[in-house]
Every structure is written in structure tokens, then in C-alpha cells.
């Protein structure tokens, strides 16, 4: 039996797809009782559950052989920093209470021993735990998600505007979050003894003047970026719903990737699904 944890999300649900497509035997973890009926359908044992509640993630890691692990990202209205350890914490303990045969761990480029500067620092910590946990393990690097700009369509499409705290002409490695479920998939039904940890990008990087025409190719008119000077991230954050910390910590890891203030891979597999791609698959969804 594989475990997904977070099967409703972009990358999970593309993990848990691709293995049921393969007959294997599946239980996805989804968060509301809603979701549950859409993966029995498809062939899935479902656990609702929240990972917070060690005792019943463990129960459901005892009934599986490999997992595949995400720790989901904490409300923006909580300290992320301190609410993203909890839930890396709880997942580990329960890894350590079942006999699991191999993990994947969903990561992130740029993952760092820092205690604020988002999921760069908890997912670091993430990475550090499992590899304690002495399972055989696979670590997922992604590097910055296409579906970060999916909010972009709404608003492009009401506005013909979208803001950007990555400056306007700035280069990112970006991938489809559905690139990243293909190889977590892959990686899970691998022999055991294929561990590591694979760094994962895009056909190529984009900057958001990129996105505004990928952007305007899908949404039929002509879109901008209106750029958010550095000394305004923090407040942009908050006027978005973050806590103060929170604001703190993302205008930190923001700091980070602009900066270039990690170790970038240099020979990184590659996702096919361009970011023009990714984003026409996602208005057809919201359109349905
Ligand atoms: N964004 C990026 O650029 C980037 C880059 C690299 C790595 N990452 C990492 O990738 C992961 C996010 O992947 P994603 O975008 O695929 O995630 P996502 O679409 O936001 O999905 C998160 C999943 O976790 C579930 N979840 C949320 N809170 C939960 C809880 N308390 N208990 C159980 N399940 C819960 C959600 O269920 P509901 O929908 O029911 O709430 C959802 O299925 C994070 O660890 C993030 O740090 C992100």
C-alpha cells in the first residue's frame, strides 16, 4: 500500500493519480470529509485526517509500505515558521511509529538551516528529520511552483494587472507542480535502494514579464506587472492576510531566491510542462 498525504493538492493529487493509473493499492490523506467520495471513486482508500493528530497519521502509516510525504504550508495568518515545524514534527513522529519501507519527501530549492525565511527553513528541517528517521528516502527539490501565479489569473483577467514581488526582468527556475507529482511518483514505486535527493525545474526560467504574456496568451488580452519595490514586501504580505511574522519570514525567503542566496542546482532534471501550458491547464479547470 502507498500513503499520499495532501492528495487534494497540485502536487499529491498528481502522485496519487499516477500510482492508482499504475494498479497499485493507494490511500491518500485528504484534510475535509468532502473529498473523500472523489478518491474512493477513483479507486483510493481515503484517511481524513489532520496532520496534526499524530496518533491517527500514525495508524494510517502502519497500514502502508512507502509514502509519499508533504507537509502542507501553514495559514499565512499564523506564524508560519512555528506552525510548519509542528506539522513537519507530527508526520516525522508518525513515520517513526510505523515500519515504512521507503519515503518521499516533498522539498524545496534553496532549503536552508533557517529558523525564518519560510518553507525554505522548514523544509530544510523536514529534509534533516527524515533523513533521521533512517527510512529509506527520496528528497524532492522543487524549484519555485508555476501554480504561485494560478491567484494571477483572476486577477489579470479582471484587471489586465497582477503584482509581483519578483522584480519585473529577474530570471526564476519555475516548474509545473504537476512535474513535480510525476517524478515523486516515480521516485515512490523505485526500487528501495534508489535514494537522494533530485532537484526538479521547468523546460526553462521565467521572468514575470513572462508570465504577463503567458498570462495574456491564455486569458485573450493584454496583461502587466506591477512590480513591488523590496522595501514594500513586508506590507504587501500583511495586506494579503499575513501575520506579522509570517510577512517577516516570506519577505526573508523572497530576499533569498531574488538574491540568489542558495545553492542552485546545476544539472537539475526537467519538467516538459512550459508555464504557458500549466496555466491554460488551470483557467480550463477554474472554468469548469
Ligand atoms: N510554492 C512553491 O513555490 C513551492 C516550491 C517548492 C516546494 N513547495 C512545497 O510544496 C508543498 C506544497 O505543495 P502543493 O502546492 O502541492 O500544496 P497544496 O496544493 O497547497 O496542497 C496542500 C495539501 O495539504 C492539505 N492540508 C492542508 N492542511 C492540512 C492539514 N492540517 N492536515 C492534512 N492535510 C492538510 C491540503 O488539503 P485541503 O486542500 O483540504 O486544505 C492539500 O491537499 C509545501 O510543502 C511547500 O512548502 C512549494
Not at 512507502?66 to 501553514?74: H, K, V, Y
Not at 495559514?75 to 506539522?87: A, G, I, W
Amino acid at each position: 500500500m502507498d500513503l499520499v498525504l495532501g492528495a487534494s493538492g497540485h502536487v499529491s493529487g498528481t502522485v496519487a493519480r499516477r500510482l492508482l493509473e499504475q494498479g497499485r493499492a493507494v490511500t491518500v490523506v485528504v484534510h475535509c470529509p468532502e473529498q473523500a467520495a472523489e478518491w474512493s471513486a477513483r479507486g483510493a482508500s481515503v484517511a481524513v485526517l489532520d496532520v496534526h493528530d499524530t496518533p491517527a497519521l500514525t495508524a494510517a502509516f502502519c497500514k502502508a509500505r512507502r509514502a509519499f510525504l508533504l507537509n502542507p504550508p501553514a495559514s499565512p495568518s499564523l506564524d508560519v515558521d512555528h506552525e510548519e515545524r509542528r506539522t513537519v514534527h507530527s508526520i516525522l513522529r508518525a513515520v517513526q511509529g510505523a515500519s515504512l519501507e521507503k519515503i518521499v519527501v516533498q522539498s524545496t530549492c534553496g532549503a536552508q538551516d533557517n529558523p525564518h525565511c519560510g518553507d525554505l527553513g522548514s523544509l530544510y528541517a523536514f529534509e534533516q528529520g527524515a533523513r533521521e528517521t533512517g527510512v529509506p528516502l527520496c528528497i524532492v527539490r522543487a524549484a519555485y511552483f508555476m501554480s504561485n501565479w494560478f491567484g494571477a489569473l483572476s486577477t489579470a483577467q479582471q484587471s489586465g494587472v497582477f503584482s509581483s514581488l519578483l522584480p519585473k526582468d529577474f530570471k526564476a527556475p519555475m516548474v509545473a507542480p504537476q512535474d513535480v507529482g510525476e517524478l515523486a511518483a516515480r521516485l515512490l514505486v523505485a526500487p528501495v535502494e534508489e535514494t537522494g535527493v533530485y532537484n526538479i525545474e521547468g523546460p526553462e526560467p521565467y521572468t514575470p514579464e513572462d508570465v504577463a504574456t503567458a498570462l495574456g496568451a491564455v486569458l485573450g488580452r493584454h496583461v502587466t506587472v506591477d512590480e513591488i519595490p523590496r522595501p514594500e514586501w513586508p506590507e504587501f504580505y500583511r495586506r494579503n492576510g499575513f501575520c506579522p511574522e509570517a510577512a517577516r519570514s516570506y519577505a526573508t525567503m523572497t530576499g533569498i531566491f531574488v538574491d540568489g542566496r542558495y545553492d542552485r542546482p546545476s544539472t537539475p532534471l526537467r519538467g516538459a510542462t512550459d508555464l504557458q501550458t500549466c496555466l491554460r491547464h488551470q483557467a480550463s479547470i477554474s472554468s469548469r
